[in-house]
């Protein structure tokens, strides 16, 4: 999400008449954009606002711009700890940053902090496509939250959670299409509650709009419970020139079997699922506030795996909630070893002021016992990683290039439907830019395997790609 702003921010400065710049040096504004779901963010922001201040002595107009989840939270403590910066914009109101920006210049410093979420045209502008990869594009289709986990920071800073309006979506997505984006990642913190709040919405009110609701559902009784997440994802899938289909988070207490359904017989929707744990341990999960217990989330997954075919799993687990004892761990690592992960995001919990969790100091878990639980989780996920990575040796996987690999340049790297990253040799009739370019999809033939990464041997080009892309022109 927090990735997402920044390119939202980026985007939005570039069609105003900015342009990108790899050095602050010499760049006129630096936007820092900051997330706050764990500790740390402070930390370093201040350590790069202090660096900043050495160039704004220098230069008078150059502009800092703190933005995203701690300038929501920490929104005056900023400008009184680094009085050198000249906007401050919470999460609610990004769109807004070329425009405070100018204003900065006749006001002075700025601070803007919407507090309640807010439903406009202008929050939710297309991006468009994502700077790094031109094919792609990640669609916000609901912002907020209304859980309430007890380490999480998020409902503080994001509001209370709203589904965009169906036909919106659709607008957006057939738009992106039309710019040769051929893969669309839907975002929400909560994303398979999508359309929740829309139809409740619509039988308070008795108004069952087309555009909110979707053209397909607008009978009062279908409206009563549709469009669910599963619907958005199969309209998705079925506009013209999308052929990759991925979202991320759904809560494991929300999943629905329509979910999976529409997961499970579209092709375009890709075969992987981001399923948060978090932890294995019913007493920890009922701490957490998260609404499953272990046993639950393995049948929901055991419900995932039978219905898709070849589906990749990945997951978030926290380790070290307050209260966390040797016994909830060692669940934690069964339940993660019983559910054979492709992978896995692991955190140490970090205490986040505001929330239930971070008041439990008396609970709090000592760093080197939290440090050897995490070492032995790594193992664990590793383990089945690998072993998953392993068995698709052999295998002919389509995948969507990124671009040369990061490593080695005479490699080129890109991702599987299972959205595994795979790096591979070009053979020598491959070597032609036009035909490999970045967004083309190709065949892969997997040859090793390790836990984060799978190695293969380019067979052939499948499409290429179909967005527009910048011509080098060489100055005489
Ligand atoms: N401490 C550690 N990890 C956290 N996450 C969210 N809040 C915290 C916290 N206070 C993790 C969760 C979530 C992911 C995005 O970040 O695992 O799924
Ligand atoms: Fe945070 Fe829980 Fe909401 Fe996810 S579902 S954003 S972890 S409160």
Known sequence: MNEHDSERISNLLIRDGYVSSDNALTADVVVLNTCCIRENADTKLYGNLGHLKAIKDEREDFKIVVAGCLAQKD????????????????????????????????????????????????FFSSPGPRLSLPYSAYVTVQIGCDNNCAF??????????????????????????????????????????????????????????????????????????????????????QIDGISRVRFTSPHPKDLRPETIEAMASTKEIMNHLHFPLQSGSDRILALMHRGYSAERYLEKLRDA?????????????????????????EATLEVAASAQYDGAYTFIYSPRPGTEAAAMVDRFIAPEVISDRFDRLKVVIERSALARHEARIGRVEEVLVEGPSKKNPDHMSGRTGQNKLVHFNKEPQFNSAERLGVGSYVEVEITSATPYFLRGRLLNVVRSPRHRRKLQVAAY
């Open 305 to 329: 795996r039978l219905g898709i075919d070849d589906l990749a799993v990945t997951t978030d687990i926290i380790v070290g909630f307050p209260g966390e004892t040797e016994e909830d761990f």
């Open 152 to 237: 999480c920071i998020v409902p503080q800073v994001r509001g209370k959670e709203i589904s965009r309006p169906f036909g919106e979506l659709l607008g957006e997505v057939r738009q992106l299409a039309q710019d040769g984006v051929t893969e669309i990642t839907l975002l929400g913190q909560n994303v398979n509650s999508y359309g929740r709040d829309l139809t409740v919405d619509a039988r308070r009110s008795g108004v069952f709009d087309s555009k909110i609701v979707g053209e397909q559902y607008l009978s009062e009784e279908g409206a009563r419970l549709r469009p669910l997440f599963g619907d958005l994802m199969r309209e998705v899938a």
């Open 75 to 122: 929104r005056d403590l900023i400008r009184k700890r680094a009085p050198w910066v000249d906007l401050v914009v919470g999460t609610h109101n990004v769109s807004r940053v070329a425009t405070l920006l100018e204003e900065t210049s006749t006001k002075g410093p700025i601070v803007e902090i919407l507090e309640e979420s807010i439903l406009d045209q202008e």
